[in-house]
């Protein structure tokens, strides 16, 4: 089975030692994507004090951002937004925010409806409120 490392040129850089996305057949695995915009730290909604604490943060912003970085990826990988098949969800808030974000991903996923599991977790490796996890194919 071929495998291939896949790194985009428009989704932000990761944060660790972790490539963009993987395939293995006709799978495309992503790696965990969130709403930070490529060559800089800046997260798009977030408003952080001078100790890179979480001020407030717009969820709506960041889903946007986050369904944008994710179709970066899957674009550059040969996928699209069509062929996702599977989304893990990680909120930090899932009282407050799960309502805004499950609005937004209704409108980003109309005609493709892929499996879905949304998980509250108390914090992401940077100060965002929501990171997802896709599975796609490819041909």
Same mark, same amino acid.
């Given at each position: 089975? #071929?495998?291939?490392?896949?790194?985009?040129? +428009?989704?932000? *850089?990761?944060?660790?030692?972790?490539?963009?996305? =993987?395939?293995?057949?006709?799978?495309?695995?992503? #790696?965990?994507?969130?709403? =930070?915009? =490529?060559?800089?730290?800046?997260?798009?909604?977030? *408003?952080?004090? *001078?100790?890179?604490?979480?001020?407030?943060?717009?969820?709506?912003?960041?889903?946007?951002?986050?369904?944008?970085?994710? =179709?970066?990826?899957?674009?550059?990988?040969? #996928? #699209?937004?069509? +062929?996702?098949?599977?989304?893990?969800?990680?909120?930090?808030?899932?009282?407050?925010?799960?309502?805004?974000?499950?609005?937004?991903?209704?409108?980003?996923? +109309?005609?493709?409806?892929?499996?879905?599991?949304?998980?509250?977790?108390?914090?992401?490796?940077?100060?965002?409120?929501? *990171?997802?996890?896709?599975?796609?194919?490819?041909?």
């Amino acid at each position: 089975m #071929s495998e291939k490392i896949v790194n985009s040129s +428009k989704a932000p *850089e990761p944060v660790g030692l972790y490539p963009h996305a =993987r395939k293995v057949g006709n799978l495309l695995f992503l #790696s965990g994507v969130g709403p =930070r915009k =490529r060559g800089t730290k800046k997260i798009p909604g977030v *408003e952080l004090d *001078e100790n890179g604490n979480i001020i407030s943060y717009d969820i709506e912003t960041q889903c946007r951002s986050v369904f944008q970085n994710v =179709r970066y990826i899957l674009e550059d990988a040969g #996928s #699209s937004w069509e +062929k996702i098949v599977d989304v893990t969800v990680f909120l930090t808030n899932m009282k407050d925010d799960f309502q805004t974000y499950n609005k937004i991903y209704a409108e980003y996923f +109309k005609e493709n409806l892929p499996c879905r599991t949304t998980i509250e977790i108390n914090c992401l490796p940077t100060p965002i409120a929501i *990171e997802l996890k896709v599975l796609a194919t490819i041909d």
